[in-house]
C-alpha cells in the first residue's frame, strides 16, 4: 500500500483540490440536506429535532401532488416541443453542402443570450398585442394568452426554453454526426440512396446511443426546471407552473421553512438517483 500511495504521490496531490472542493461544495451540502430534514430549522433559536415529520409534512400539502403532475407534463412538453428539434437542426446542418459554419454559429447563439433578456423578449412575443398575436389577429384568428391561459403557460416556457437551449445539444450531435465514417453515405450514394435513406438507415442508427444518453439526461434535467416558472409566472396561473423544485424553493425562501424544504429533497434525490442508475444500466448495455 506504501509503495502504491508513494509511486502515485504526485498523481493523488495533482487530484487532492479538486476532491476538496467537490466534498466540500457538492457531498457537504448532499449530507446536511438529509440532516436538516430530520430538523426544523431555526438560526436564530437552533434546530430542534423532529424525525419524519417534515416528511410527514410534505406529503399531506396538497400542493404536492400538483407540483409533481406540472413536473411531468413539463418533462412530457419538453420531449415532445423541444427534444427532437436539435436532432432534425443537426441532420439538416449535416446535409448542407455550403454555410455549414453559420448555420452552427447562428443555432447556438440563442445559449448566450442573457435570462434577462430572454425572459424580457418572450414576455414581449407572448404579450396579447405581440409579434404572435399580431400576426394570427391577421390571419382571422383569436389572439392567444400564453402567459395567463392556464392550457397555454407550461407550453409557453418550454417553447421558450427549446429556442434558447437547443443550440447545446445541436453542437453534441453535430459531434456524433462527424464521427460517422464519410465512406458509408459515399457508398449510399453510389448506390442510389436518397437523403432519407441515409438518414434513416445510416445517421440515426450510428448516433442511436447518443440520442438515448441526452435523453435520459433531458429527463432528469427538465425534472428540475424552475428558473423560468418562477421569472415568468411564479407558478401560475393558478399554480400551473408550479413545479416541484419551485415548491422546495417556495418552501425554503418563502415560507423560510428549511426542514420541509430539505424533506423535498431528499425524496427527490432518490428518485433522481434512481434514474441515474437506469441511465447507467442503458448506457451500459449499448456500450457492451
Given amino acids: 500500500m506504501y509503495r502504491v500511495v508513494k509511486r502515485h504521490l504526485w498523481?493523488?496531490?495533482?487530484?487532492?483540490?479538486?476532491a476538496v472542493i467537490f466534498g466540500l461544495f457538492l457531498w457537504t451540502p448532499i449530507v446536511k440536506g438529509f440532516v436538516y430534514s430530520l430538523y426544523h430549522v431555526d438560526f436564530m433559536k437552533g434546530n430542534a429535532f423532529v424525525g419524519f415529520d417534515n416528511y410527514v409534512k410534505v406529503l399531506r400539502d396538497p400542493d404536492i401532488g400538483r407540483a409533481v403532475k406540472n413536473t411531468l407534463y413539463y418533462m412530457f412538453l419538453g420531449l415532445i416541443i423541444g427534444f427532437w428539434v436539435p436532432i432534425v437542426f443537426a441532420i439538416a446542418i449535416s446535409e448542407l453542402r455550403r454555410f455549414q459554419g453559420f448555420a452552427r454559429i447562428a443555432a447556438y447563439l440563442p445559449n448566450v443570450l442573457p435570462v434577462v433578456v430572454l425572459y424580457?423578449?418572450?414576455?414581449?412575443?407572448f404579450d396579447p398585442v405581440g409579434p404572435i398575436n399580431a400576426v394570427l389577429s391577421k390571419l382571422g384568428f383569436e389572439p392567444v394568452s400564453f402567459m395567463t391561459d392556464p392550457s397555454w403557460s407550461?407550453?409557453?416556457?418550454?417553447?421558450?426554453?427549446?429556442?434558447?437551449?437547443?443550440?447545446?445539444?445541436?453542437?453534441?450531435?453535430?459531434?456524433?454526426?462527424?464521427?460517422?465514417?464519410?465512406?458509408?453515405?459515399?457508398?449510399?450514394?453510389?448506390?442510389?440512396?436518397?437523403?432519407?435513406?441515409?438518414?434513416r438507415y445510416i445517421t440515426l442508427p450510428s448516433i442511436k446511443s447518443l440520442i438515448l444518453l441526452l435523453l435520459i439526461l433531458q429527463i432528469i434535467s427538465t425534472s428540475q426546471g424552475y428558473q423560468s416558472q418562477y421569472a415568468m409566472l411564479d407558478g401560475g396561473p393558478n399554480k400551473t407552473t408550479l413545479t416541484y423544485?419551485?415548491?422546495?424553493?417556495?418552501?425554503?425562501?418563502?415560507?423560510?421553512?428549511?426542514?420541509?424544504?430539505?424533506?423535498?429533497?431528499?425524496?427527490?434525490?432518490?428518485?433522481?438517483?434512481?434514474?441515474?442508475?437506469?441511465?447507467?444500466?442503458?448506457?451500459?448495455?449499448?456500450?457492451?
Fill in 120 to 125: 424580457g423578449l418572450w414576455r414581449w412575443i
Fill in 11 to 18: 498523481g493523488y496531490l495533482f487530484i487532492l483540490p479538486a
Fill in 154 to 199: 407550461m407550453a409557453s416556457l418550454v417553447i421558450m426554453e427549446t429556442w434558447q437551449q437547443f443550440g447545446g445539444a445541436l453542437l453534441i450531435y453535430l459531434a456524433g454526426l462527424l464521427s460517422i465514417p464519410r465512406d458509408w453515405y459515399e457508398a449510399a450514394e453510389i448506390d442510389g440512396a436518397g437523403v432519407w435513406q441515409r438518414i
Fill in 245 to 288: 423544485v419551485l415548491l422546495i424553493v417556495k418552501y425554503a425562501f418563502t415560507s423560510q421553512d428549511y426542514g420541509a424544504a430539505s424533506a423535498l429533497g431528499v425524496l427527490m434525490f432518490f428518485v433522481l438517483g434512481g434514474l441515474a442508475l437506469v441511465q447507467s444500466k442503458l448506457t451500459g448495455k449499448e456500450g457492451a
